[in-house]
């Protein structure tokens, strides 16, 4: 009944709960998607599943809450996700054997608020493990990031480096890890007797965009993912600058988050650890060109243990 690991995998030993079924089926239940072949086989581990908050046992559904933000998360017309965060949540459904689901929000603080009130169980970022964070959520660092900053090509602010936004005006999404390193850039200019920078606090990824795209600022602030997945699709419209370590950038831990109470956040730690041992973690990755950022291992709380 057991093999070398440290738990076993799900066994044909009578009928399957539904759930997992559900999961394991190349089509789903109700899905018109089939599995993406390329992805290695992914099993269930009942340990995990069963170590799963009771409401979610029984749901059969893991509901993650998520705002607009590529490559994270594409939202089309007619309301799909697509992304690094629904490939990877999909994989995490298979290793946990339930089902999961993107609830669009608009911005972090409703995310945050939605999970502390039930809502939602978790939410995949990008946002950083910190601390203040950590009070109220356990956090599983799966990625690194700097900040960039994306400027229309078509500008004439004349900003080539991240220097040149001193006393510039800069979108970024409220409440972001963007918008704590932006106040560290604005520091930086008025420690060297330039002007600061003036942030716009707006919603999603894609306002920051649209402000900087119609002048009301003269640049987006987001990660360096972002930057990397919006210049790639509109390399003739777009292109960024990074923040450096002089200007006060650090690189930030970004973490999945779920509510501390119930027990969900060790569960989904473990349920990581099993995409990277797989492979699983380093495909979906690579397939969105982000293997320079990718961490060797999830971290669960990764704040607390360095404090």
Known sequence: MSDSRSH????????????????????GCGASQEEDPASPSLDAVPALHDALPRSVQDSGVLRFAGDSH?????????GSVTGIDADLQKALGRVLGVRTEIKIVNNLPAALQGMLSGRYEAFNG??????ERER???????????TAYVLP?????????????????????KSSVVEGQLKKLSAYCTG???????AIGLDDTNATLLAAR???ADAAGMTQAAAIDVTGAQKDTYTYVTQTEQQGATTDNLALLVP????????????????????EYRRVMKHWGLTDVMVDEPVLNIAGEEG
Do not use: N, Y
């Open 192 to 198: 060297k007797g330039d002007r600061a920078t003036t």
């Open 260 to 279: 501390k109470d119930g027990g969900l956040g060790p569960v989904v730690h473990k349920a990581f650890q099993e995409l990277v041992d797989s492979g």
């Open 153 to 173: 090509k078509s500008s004439k602010a004349g900003v080539s480096s991240a220097d040149d936004l001193c006393g510039r005006k800069v979108a970024v999404v």
């Open 136 to 146: 109220q959520f356990d956090t599983i660092t799966w990625m690194t990031s700097r």
């Open 214 to 216: 119609s002048g009301r």
């Open 126 to 131: 990008p946002v950083q493990a910190t601390a």
């Open 8 to 27: 076993r995998r799900w066994r044909t030993h009578g009928p399957l709960p539904v759930a997992i079924l559900c999961v394991l089926a190349l089509a």
């Open 70 to 78: 590529p490559p994270f998360r594409s939202v089309a017309a007619d």
